[in-house]
């Protein structure tokens, strides 16, 4: 395996390294992403088998504070301007990347951001290797590395709250907005899965993918999961960012989810949620982009265990905006916490019951060019190897046609990906 430059942990207030030489060079396709992770602090973002993983730590950031996007973009900047880049790709995700998974809630949590010393990309029939420090030598080849297969018995259990107080909140909640408080709010739930055996978060991420092949699997520092959530991605002055809200779990008969799909796409209830959430990214998107292009109506985004209604929100960049000052005015949408959105976070601070952490904030990666895509942290979990302990969150937006049970099983269609990936096959 190739050797990283020694491990850097950078703080806010750190001075920048050292300078140092980072190479970029095209490779053969090295096919399966998640196939050649190592076990040296992986991180991932791939989708359709496409996308960046990477290894080893060059330099890592903790932020905390409503400036978390600011000086995360800050901090990243001045290192790559303390570098000496040689990329003969020169593609978005090529020359140095950092990937950053944000908390939900600027008061509490941790943002994380953490630049690989090792980087393998694949993107429309190029394939790239980036290495920050030593050029590679013991793994030109990028082998697949072997992630034997994990018997190990599962037991689940309540976390923060147990159902039944957590549909009591959601009962609340559907109080609070008929009396005209808000419109929307989400709620989200956690469960933890107490592991007995070895627990290595790639024997997850390969379970993940091949069953959410669609959505954007993920790792970085202890959060996981395949989200099918895009946030914002930046191509340079191309903009798009994926809505989603109002959900339906799938039957497994064809005939049965498309009548399903058709009445999500009828549901009244379904429609106004998912409306709160794309006049939100549009608002947001708005102060940076032109030629903003909002479907008049949502299509059906079918996952192997759910079907939510989708839209696709596009535009132009109109200034230099990087991808984490998108993000930052549209973090957080109405689709993971609710309208007006501080009267949401209010209620989601008073009645939700739990911290979130890093569920449902941006994650995923950013380069220097200031181009990058970052999803919300959903259908993911917490690991903690050591324990063996697994948490994973699931959430739902409340509006006023909103049934507490119904919320209920919506939440545990969305915890299947999460108890999938853990269950023996």
Known sequence: MTSPVPSTRVGESASAPERIHVTTRPIADPEHLLARLPDDNPVAWVRDGEGLIGWGVAATLEVRGN??????????????????????????????????????????????????????????????????????????????????EQPFYVTWAEGSRSAFEWQESVAEAVTRIRAGELDKVVLARDVVAHVDGPLDVRHLLLRLAESYPSCWTFSVGDLFGATPELLVRRTGDLVTSRVLAGTVRRRGDDLADEGLARALLASGKDA??????????????????????????????????????????????????????????????????????????????????????????????????????????????????????????????????????????????????????????
Request: aromatic share 6%; charged share 20%; glycine share 8%.
């Open 67 to 148: 400036e978390r996007f600011s000086r995360a973009q800050r901090w990243f900047s001045t290192l790559c301007a303390g570098m000496e880049i040689d990329d003969t790709v020169s593609m978005p995700g090529t020359g140095p990347v950092a990937f950053a998974s944000f908390s939900f809630d600027p008061e509490s949590g941790t943002s994380l951001v953490v630049v690989p010393a090792v980087v393998v990309g694949r993107r429309g029939g190029q394939a790239w290797l980036t290495v920050i420090g030593s050029e590679p030598k013991a793994r030109p080849a990028l082998p697949p590395v072997s992630v034997p």
């Open 272 to 425: 106004e949620e998912h409306e709160y959430a794309v006049r939100s990214v549009a608002r947001a998107l708005a102060a940076h982009c032109t030629d903003l292009e909002v479907p008049a109506r949502p299509h059906v985004l079918e996952l192997a265990n759910v079907q939510h209604l989708a839209t696709d929100v596009t535009g132009r960049l109109a200034d230099a905006a990087p991808v984490l000052a998108l993000a930052a005015s549209l973090h957080p949408t109405a689709a993971v916490c609710g309208t007006p959105t501080e009267r949401a976070f209010a209620v989601i601070r008073e009645i939700e019951g739990m911290d979130r952490g890093r569920y449902a904030g941006p994650v995923g990666w950013f380069d220097r060019h200031g181009d990058g895509e970052l999803g919300i942290a959903l259908r993911c979990a917490t690991i903690d190897a050591a324990s063996g302990q697994v948490r994973a969150f699931a959430g739902c937006g409340i509006v006023a046609g909103s049934v507490p049970l119904d919320e209920l099983a919506e939440s545990a269609a969305k915890l299947v990906p999460i108890r999938d990936a853990l269950e023996a096959r």
